[in-house]
């Protein structure tokens, strides 16, 4: 298992697809993230009826297989709308969108944990809406909504593996291309799976802890 | 408004065999969730059981099966036990692989669910006669998996959603494996995933419907 024809070119291309997921992620998750905090305020604030139409269609990023999302997405950019869009920008914007729909659902149930009692309080002392939202809403929220929000950034990373079927070659991709060339599918897939878990597992258990010490106090 | 010809009849007349896929679609994501189910309640039992060595194993599989992809479980199934000589089919691979993350994300949330059920009804079953293999199953169980109905259905979701990476390990008779068939060969690539994409959102709407009709009935008192 450990006499491998792996060369140093082949350590740099898996090097490189590791950042392709990297920087993928970071993308989706910083876009995602602000769009879902946005869509997330919008739906509480407006309430259920006003907010039914976006609640469908983010319900649908959540409803439908992310592989379906990104050839459909591709497809209707491409060949549809008929734009020259590279993957990566697809990958990209239905990743953020994909993060989006799961945020706002975080972003919501953290506000809605916020006591309104506190909320008319701080409004009866005079605070506007911007800063009952931003000195009040927000550090109670962001300390519920924080954990869920760890877990998503991590599952994006994850679901990140799946760009390659827009011709992104990220992690999993180029350990693929690798394995057809090489024919070690243990040891490449061992590597590659150790990459994710290495990431994921401590920032996972920073996660877990944080919740459990904000619980507690 | 668009420069392209859709041509929704032509794709139209691949559904009947689309909705076939769909049929595969949900019976893999209900074994899985059936097996994914079972192997979670003895992983649960494991980190009860106070073994080192079984809770070491209940956590290792946890961790593996939550830190990395779907995707890659269901490639090391496939790929990674063809380096150990074991071939499996499409369709076992993918069961498989489904069932594995299943089990362990569920064991999580049984894990959680525990946490809710307080330890003294473990010691009163005891003190009733109960052994604890009966107090388990007669008294905690029940309320475990009661506890973790919406999270189960959440899986169950999920499951079905990852069917379609089967598609990595050349699984073609699923919903998305009969879709990109089709594709492969009409090239009508975004009528054919939007329906697959309409056939997967009734399917997990009908899913979460039901169940949530299934708890208002199961859980009344």
Same mark, same amino acid.
């Given at each position: 298992?450990?006499?491998?024809?792996?060369?140093?070119?082949?350590?740099?291309?898996?090097?490189?697809?590791?950042?392709?997921?990297?920087?993928?992620?970071?993308?989706?998750?910083?876009?995602?993230?602000?769009?879902?905090?946005?869509?997330?305020?919008?739906?509480?604030?407006?309430?259920?009826?006003?907010?039914?139409?976006?609640?469908?269609?983010?319900?649908?990023?959540?409803?439908?297989?992310?592989?379906?999302?990104?050839?459909?997405?591709?497809?209707?950019?491409?060949?549809?709308?008929?734009?020259?869009?590279?993957?990566?920008?697809?990958?990209?914007?239905?990743?953020?969108?994909?993060?989006?729909?799961?945020?706002?659902?975080?972003?919501?149930?953290?506000?809605?944990?916020?006591?309104?009692?506190?909320?008319?309080?701080?409004?009866?002392?005079?605070?506007?809406?911007?800063?009952?939202?931003?000195?009040?809403?927000?550090?109670?929220?962001?300390?519920?909504?924080?954990?869920?929000?760890?877990?998503?950034?991590?599952?994006?990373?994850?679901?990140?593996?799946?760009?390659?079927?827009?011709?992104?070659?990220?992690?999993?991709?180029?350990?693929?291309?690798?394995?057809?060339?090489?024919?070690?599918?243990?040891?490449?897939?061992?590597?590659?799976?150790?990459?994710?878990?290495?990431?994921?597992?401590?920032?996972?258990?920073?996660?877990?802890?944080?919740?459990?010490?904000?619980?507690?106090? | 408004?668009?420069?392209?010809?859709?041509?929704?009849? !032509?794709?139209?007349?691949?559904?009947?065999?689309?909705?076939?896929?769909?049929?595969?679609?949900?019976?893999?994501?209900?074994?899985?969730?059936? &097996?994914?189910?079972?192997?979670?309640?003895?992983?649960?039992?494991?980190?009860?059981?106070?073994?080192?060595?079984?809770?070491?194993?209940?956590?290792?599989?946890?961790?593996?099966?939550?830190?990395?992809?779907?995707?890659? !479980? &269901?490639?090391?199934?496939?790929?990674?036990?063809?380096?150990?000589?074991?071939?499996?089919?499409?369709?076992?691979?993918?069961?498989?692989? &489904?069932?594995?993350?299943?089990?362990?994300?569920?064991?999580?949330?049984?894990?959680?669910?525990?946490?809710?059920?307080?330890?003294? !009804?473990?010691?009163?079953?005891?003190?009733?006669?109960?052994?604890? &293999?009966?107090?388990?199953?007669? /008294?905690?169980?029940? !309320?475990?998996?009661?506890?973790?109905?919406?999270?189960?259905?959440?899986?169950?979701?999920?499951?079905?959603?990852?069917?379609?990476?089967?598609?990595? /390990?050349?699984?073609?008779?699923?919903?998305?494996? /009969?879709?990109?068939?089709?594709?492969?060969?009409?090239?009508?690539?975004?009528?054919?995933?939007?329906?697959?994409?309409?056939?997967?959102?009734?399917?997990?709407?009908?899913?979460?419907?039901?169940?949530?009709?299934?708890?208002?009935?199961?859980?009344?008192?």
């Amino acid at each position: 298992m450990f006499d491998t024809a792996l060369t140093t070119n082949d350590l740099i291309f898996l090097a490189r697809g590791a950042g392709v997921t990297l920087i993928v992620t970071a993308i989706a998750v910083f876009f995602g993230t602000v769009m879902g905090i946005v869509f997330g305020v919008f739906r509480y604030q407006v309430g259920p009826w006003w907010a039914a139409p976006l609640t469908f269609v983010l319900d649908i990023f959540r409803s439908i297989p992310l592989l379906i999302q990104l050839v459909l997405a591709n497809a209707f950019v491409t060949t549809v709308l008929g734009w020259r869009v590279s993957g990566f920008t697809v990958a990209c914007g239905v990743l953020s969108l994909y993060t989006a729909a799961y945020c706002a659902e975080i972003v919501r149930g953290g506000i809605e944990a916020v006591p309104p009692t506190l909320r008319r309080a701080a409004r009866s002392l005079g605070l506007s809406w911007g800063q009952d939202m931003t000195s009040i809403v927000m550090p109670l929220a962001v300390r519920i909504a924080l954990p869920s929000w760890i877990g998503l950034a991590l599952g994006v990373m994850k679901d990140s593996a799946l760009v390659y079927v827009v011709q992104v070659v990220e992690l999993l991709k180029s350990a693929q291309i690798l394995i057809t060339r090489l024919q070690e599918p243990l040891f490449l897939l061992i590597v590659c799976g150790s990459f994710y878990f290495l990431i994921s597992f401590p920032i996972a258990r920073f996660g877990g802890y944080l919740e459990r010490k904000w619980s507690r106090d | 408004m668009f420069n392209y010809n859709f041509r929704w009849a !032509q794709a139209m007349a691949s559904l009947p065999r689309m909705l076939e896929g769909a049929l595969v679609t949900l019976e893999v994501a209900l074994l899985s969730m059936v &097996i994914g189910i079972s192997i979670a309640i003895v992983l649960t039992l494991f980190r009860l059981s106070g073994s080192r060595i079984l809770s070491a194993v209940a956590a290792t599989w946890v961790e593996i099966a939550r830190n990395t992809p779907a995707l890659f !479980q &269901i490639y090391m199934v496939h790929f990674g036990l063809g380096g150990f000589g074991i071939h499996l089919s499409p369709y076992l691979s993918l069961l498989i692989g &489904i069932a594995f993350n299943n089990a362990g994300y569920l064991s999580e949330n049984f894990r959680g669910a525990l946490k809710g059920i307080p330890e003294t !009804q473990t010691r009163s079953a005891r003190s009733l006669g109960m052994t604890p &293999i009966a107090a388990f199953r007669y /008294v905690v169980m029940p !309320q475990m998996l009661r506890i973790s109905f919406l999270p189960m259905t959440n899986q169950m979701v999920w499951a079905i959603l990852m069917t379609s990476l089967g598609t990595v /390990v050349a699984m073609n008779t699923d919903l998305y494996g /009969v879709t990109s068939d089709l594709n492969a060969r009409t090239f009508r690539t975004f009528e054919l995933f939007a329906i697959a994409a309409m056939i997967f959102y009734l399917i997990t709407k009908t899913v979460t419907l039901s169940a949530r009709l299934l708890a208002a009935r199961l859980f009344r008192y």
